[in-house]
């Protein structure tokens, strides 16, 4: 099943993720390309950037849910890393996981409480090179409630998106 990875990073892009609907009270938007925003938060700790969408289609057998998102975040540091996860706007069932598929490509990712993300560092970058490429992206994944979501995403403007993302971060914090 592979190992799944914690870090401190991870638990601020939770944080992150958690607070998008707030954005404006703690990140700053910076740009919107097509579908996909960039926005920064810098405080004493440093720098967290990250380029998010909203599915432009949502199918399932749920009820009610949250606002689905899907993140690349990146930190910054010595050796930048960027790290996929999605919102999907419900609480996902236990020791379950999420299909992500972009263009044919599929990939797995681990769930943990209301997030999945991706097992190690080199598939966030194996995702991430098949975004940059494709043109759509669908995430299904099953809640405690045993219902399930099937979102898809448009990858359009996902590359200038991650582009500007990049280089926003890679200024180092404002003085």
């Known amino acids: 099943m592979g190992r799944q990875r914690r870090s401190l990073p991870r638990a601020l892009c939770a944080l992150a993720v958690a607070l998008v609907p707030f954005a404006p009270a703690w990140a700053g938007f910076v740009e919107r390309f097509r579908d996909w925003s960039v926005y920064v938060h810098e405080d ?52 379950s996981t999420v299909e992500a598929v972009i263009d044919g490509a599929r990939f797995e990712l681990f769930t943990d409480r209301d997030r999945a993300w991706a097992r190690s560092s080199e598939d966030d970058a194996k995702i991430i090179a098949a975004m940059r490429r494709g043109n759509q992206m669908t995430v299904r994944g099953t809640s405690v409630r045993d219902t399930w979501s099937l979102d898809t995403y448009s990858l359009a403007g996902f590359s200038a998106a991650l582009k500007a993302m990049v280089e926003i971060c890679a200024r180092g914090p404002r003085r």
């Open 44 to 95: 004493s700790s440093g720098r967290i950037c990250f380029v998010t969408s909203e599915p432009i289609k949502q199918e399932g057998n749920f009820a009610r849910r949250g606002r689905p998102r899907l993140f690349v975040t990146q930190f910054g540091g010595n050796r930048p890393r960027q790290e996929v996860s999605v919102d999907p706007g419900y609480t996902y069932r236990k020791g």
